[in-house]
């Protein structure tokens, strides 16, 4: 059977999956299908480990985290690889990592996907590395981007009058697959995820996604301006963060992140104020 | 009004144009509505393929290049380069077709006329309402009974392209027939095979063009010698361990060009995308662009049997048991660029280069630590994660791409400029 190619995909994509394709036989790959028409079985991400945390008291199972500058990858490695397990337990955060592995997902009800990665390889690299894998990644996710809108001006898309413009088979099924799954995909957010990148890329330095730390900023300013006593509703936020013209989707995403960094809580549902 | 006689071809347009069979009383009844409602005809068979779910008629005259396989309602204009009559049984009747050759500025076609409409060699013809099969992998005009025929002042057409598929090498697919190649001969050797029983002088090498190069084999002397610059028409193409060869034979023409075209400077190897080499199920020379992602076992200081060349596996060879072996370098590692993946096979010099240690080097390394897998270690720490160039023969079977590194080439990781461009080209 031929090895399945490894994805160069950025988390902000590859986050956003909620389509699965199940193999047929049971030696068939699975995949998922990412908004962009990656249908994924493997992946090969470089960024930064994060955090390495033991999900069990023996150490056999492992959750890592390795940001790009678009998100965060979630990792799963479990007792089936103990040689990746001890590499990995005694890697140092943060630190440069390059990653080869399989998409895994994750369905705590009908109908939420979340999706993970399972390392089949991981490296310590250096900033160079990392660099060469973002620009890859941005070049590889604006084909993506470029078949997408191609797909969306043909009258009936298939698979076949992709592959005549010039796409690869794997990469036009899964054009077709995300269609019919997502319906109209926000280009223009992928648009601005690549320059996002590119961005980070200028500035050199990994800790600093200065673009996404100044959103942060002024919206948690936004909150601490009008949070009260029992904190700002939600809905309320996002009206005054559209006012203050960021986009509604960078919006709900900086409030996951100051969510997940702590500094903000709700201190009732659909309530926000700072910590 | 419409006369009676158009009327009953019209409705015959429309069947033929639908995908099922649908009464034809209900069409007429339909057709003539539309039209007592002012609706031009041409909208009216239109709006009724439309309806029952067929191809569109096609009014606006066709160039042969742009025809594609299964179109309906063809409009062309073209030569008739030959054309043979046949007889052919169908459904236990006898019937008399006609099959040839047609063409137009833009390409070459076979055809198949299914009713005498007296056409002959030579004669320039407008084709109103044909359709096209695949045949060989190639479009086909079909002529059926609804097709309309007229002859047209011959000067109409001045040159019909005559080759029926000019191919770039890097289009070339195991399988293609009749193709037309221009290319040069990189390199020649005579050699003596047996097909058939009897010997026979054979010449084969490799030909370049710019997109690419590939083997090929000459089953007919036709004086060629290294460096000519040629076109092959009515060659084929095999496939030999996955990948593309040309072949050419008696039946097909040679043609030397002059020696100045394709110069040799412009004849590359090309960067091709992994997906492309597995579609294409190899090539000769080709460059790739890759991180390698994996190193197989095996790869780094390796011993081989005197005898059969083999790895030794514990300082014992498969067929010859315990020899002393004969100490040798090598990588098998998976390079992948996101489109695909492929096991690429460094030889010892690539890998005395990958390393910056000679075999010697390694050698003595290994004992002073004792460990070979040492240098096993030291590969995966040069090359896991790094981009490279490598070019070289690919092959193909079911488990995948081979590929025969010749040349690597560290591709560098400062990227600031490619970074910037792709920036502005974005902003743009």
Known sequence: ?275 | MVEENNFESDLDDVINALDEDIDRSELKKKLEEYLSYGVPLDQAKNTLIKQYGGTLIVSQKKNLKDVQVNERGLNIVCRIISINPKEIEVKGEKRKIFYGFLGDETATRTFTSWKDFEINKGDVIQITNAYSREWRKEPQINLSESTDVTQLDPSTIESVVRSPATAKIIDLRGGMGNVEVTARLLSLEEKIVTARGKEKKIYSGIMGDTTGKIPYTSWKDFGLNENDVITVTNGYVKSWRGAPQLVFDENSQVEKLDSDKLPLQDIGTSLVSISILIERGGGADVMVEGTVLEVIKDSGLIYRCPECNRVLKNGMCGTHGEVQGIPDLRIKAILDDGTGSLNALFNRERTEQILGMTLDECKQTAEEVMNPALIEHKIIDNIIARPLQVTGDAFSDEFGLTFLVHTVHMLSLDITKQANDLLKELEE
């Open chain 1, 1 to 275: 059977m031929m090895r399945e190619q490894a994805w160069r995909l950025f988390a902000g994509e590859y986050n956003e999956t909620t389509c699965k394709v199940e193999g047929e036989g049971d030696r068939d790959p699975s995949y998922v299908v990412t908004p962009l028409g990656a249908k994924v079985n493997r992946l090969y991400v470089v960024g930064v480990l994060t955090n390495v945390e033991d999900l069990s008291s023996e150490g056999e199972m492992l959750r890592a985290h390795v940001s790009d500058p678009t998100g965060v990858f979630v990792l799963y490695a479990g007792q089936y690889q103990p040689e990746l397990l001890d590499y990995l337990a005694h890697m140092d955060t943060p630190s440069y990592v390059a990653l080869v592995g399989k998409s895994r997902t994750y369905e705590p009800e009908e109908g939420t996907i979340y999706v993970s990665v399972r390392p089949e390889l991981i490296k310590e690299v250096d900033a160079s590395v990392r660099n060469y894998w973002i620009l890859e990644a941005c070049r590889h996710t604006k084909k993506r981007i470029e078949a997408v809108v191609e797909a969306d001006n043909m009258t009936s898309p298939s698979v076949d009058e992709l592959k005549s413009l010039g796409y690869d088979t794997a990469l036009a099924e899964g054009i077709i697959a995300s269609l019919s799954h997502y319906g109209k995909i926000d280009i223009d957010s992928y648009y601005s995820l690549i320059k996002e990148a590119l961005a980070s890329l200028k500035t050199g330095d990994i800790n600093t996604h200065s673009h996404t730390q100044e959103i942060e900023e002024k919206i948690l300013g936004l909150i601490a301006k009008n949070e009260g006593d029992e904190g700002i509703p939600w809905e309320k936020l996002v009206k005054k963060g559209i006012e203050a013209k960021f986009d509604k989707e960078v919006i709900e995403k900086t409030l996951e992140s100051l969510m997940d960094k702590g500094l903000i809580y709700e201190p009732q549902l659909g309530r926000l104020k700072t910590a």
